[in-house]
């Protein structure tokens, strides 16, 4: 008898033994490879960084996921009580596991031999939400539900509530609560009614089957559940329930609106990658405060799409039908070097080309300025003369001999620079880039912001070096900005997700040419809008000063020029270089979209003059001879001219 005990006993033990065994190899095997739940106490989940103009108008949002951070107190208390209500009555009793449920629900799954039922805690929701994939199967429901002990252990329901609230997906791009309000119902938490906060309540079970933008049917259902429910369990009275159930699901007029400015928020992005890094910038939730103006994009993206119409409605319908003209447009704040406006092209994707930053074209006659402005600062007067004849060059880098001809195929003889500069005539400008030397003009564009691409050669002053309509934009603004050259920036402050600022914009300037010769190049520049190529521009109000570009076979058409405050260049051409069509030259195809964004610039901004140094003076000269003349000459025009040196 004691020997069959014994062996009893023996087979009791070692059945337990493996028993034993085996729940602990199934525990390990459940907790091996477990997330440290520590890690949550430094959790944060993903925010939304978003991009304002100047006037903070909304630009974009860059996001992983689409989701606005808020603290439990900002929830509405009828949104908290909602979901607690439909999703885990018992939240704030259990310790992560809801027995009662899961019994019931392993009832359900058994008699129809599946997963129907998941009887999840919010814990255990979150618990897979940030750990989990969502997958159903045995293992992960009991991972889960070690994670969801785990995690009520170590933090307070309200703690847990708040993580669930701020992570959880609802459907439509949101994620979290506050996300869900806006785009739904384009509010705030705050505002929401009792009807909407249950709306959103119910989207937790199945997000996109219940959201109102999919399935408004389904989604008034669902939501008419949530308010039946919270009426019975008393959270809700009689008089809130029926109003809430009457009310009508009054969705946001539209989405939250698609990027504006695209090419400038691509411009953008790409700053605050090399600065910050593409991990802070889509997770951070920081606030990007730009240069740009947002009334000034509009008038911009509009002047553009005008200006291309136009464009080609001159067109011969044969080529219409093959090509689309492209344009881009970049305007500076004179004093400050901020970006006003940006447009890269027509039209704008995640991959778009912008024409105004990226792509290099020959600027033609519009670098023709650049020329005359060092040969002011090497001692040169507008006044002086230079002759307008055939020439034969022999100093090309092929050894050919290179005979540069005018635009219109005449000659005028002797005429003062102004002229010259005034009607952008070839020859005379390829003398003076003779007389003051290529290689220095290359210096002189590289002070000027123009990089490294000019090459030291006679046709550079034809503009043949190719540039960025950025960077000559910003050559130009030299001359309205007393010979200061500040480069362009787009980011003026950014803030992190609490609201400090964690980044200032620090201007890069340094003086590129002297006060009174930037003044005389304006004076210059001045006579071109009010007698020379740019002349059409006469009707708007002044001060303004510009030049026309026009290249060979008509490929690159250009207009850049400025007010005491803002400068902006325009270029229209075809991506693949051929030709706009014959007689679209810079006067003709870019500045009328120059003038209609220069229209509404210099609206908006007060009225200002050109600056005068005190080392200049204003004489009478005949402008197409460069004489002294008298005042009250027929020819008489007072230009600019430095004082005499006294000794």
Sequence with gaps: MKTKRLKAMIWITAVTGILCGITAGLFLSLTRDLPQIQTLESFTPSAITRIYSSEHELLSELFLEKRDLVSLDQIPAHLKTALLTIEDRHFYEHSGLAIKGILRAMAQNIRKRRFAQGASTLTQQLAKTLFLTPRKTITRKLREAVLAIQIERRYTKDEILWLYLNQIYLGSGAYGVASAAKIYFGKNLQDLTLSQCALIAGLAQAPSRYSPLNNPELALKRRNIVLRRMHATGAIDTPSFDHAVAEKIDLAASPPSDTRAPFYVAYIKEKLEEALGADQIYKGGLTVFTTLSYD?????????????????????????????????????????????????????????????????????????????????????????????APVIFHSSPSHQDWQPRNFSNDYSGEISLRWALMHSRNIPAVRLLEKIGPSAMVQFGQDLGLGSNLKPELSLALGTSEVRLIDLTAA????????????????????????????????????????????????????????????????????????????????????????????????????????????????????????????????????????????????????????????????????LLRKPTSG
């Design 296 to 388: 000034l994009q509009q008038a911009a993206e509009a002047a553009i799409e005008q200006g291309l119409s136009q464009i080609e409605e001159r067109m011969p319908a044969s080529k219409r039908s093959k090509q689309s003209p492209q344009a881009a447009l970049v305007a500076l704040d004179i004093e400050t070097g901020g970006i006003l406006s940006m447009v890269g092209g027509r039209s704008a994707g995640p991959t778009s080309f912008n024409r105004a930053t990226m792509a290099q074209r020959q600027p033609g006659s519009a670098f023709k300025p650049l020329v005359f402005a060092l040969a002011i600062e090497r001692g040169f007067e507008q006044s002086q003369t230079l002759l307008d």
């Design 476 to 639: 130009y603004a030299v001359f309205a900005n007393g010979g200061k050259h500040i480069s362009p920036y787009a980011i003026s402050e950014i803030r992190d997700a609490a609201g400090a600022a964690i980044w200032h914009a620090k201007t890069e300037q340094h003086i590129a040419m002297s006060r009174s010769g930037a003044a005389i190049v304006t004076d210059m520049l001045e006579a071109v809008i009010k007698s020379g190529t740019g002349r059409k521009a006469r009707s708007l109000p002044g001060p303004l000063a510009g030049k026309t570009g026009t290249t060979n076979d008509y490929k690159d058409a250009l207009f850049i020029g400025y007010s005491p405050s803002v400068c902006a260049g325009v270029w229209v051409g075809n991506d693949d270089g051929s030709s706009l069509g014959r007689g679209e030259t810079g006067a003709r195809a870019a500045l009328p979209i120059w003038m209609r964004y220069m229209k509404e610039a210099t609206a908006r901004r007060a009225q200002k003059y050109f600056d005068i140094p005190d080392d200049v003076i204003r004489l009478s000269i005949d402008p197409r001879t460069g004489e002294s003349v008298d005042d009250t000459g027929a020819n008489a025009v007072r230009v």
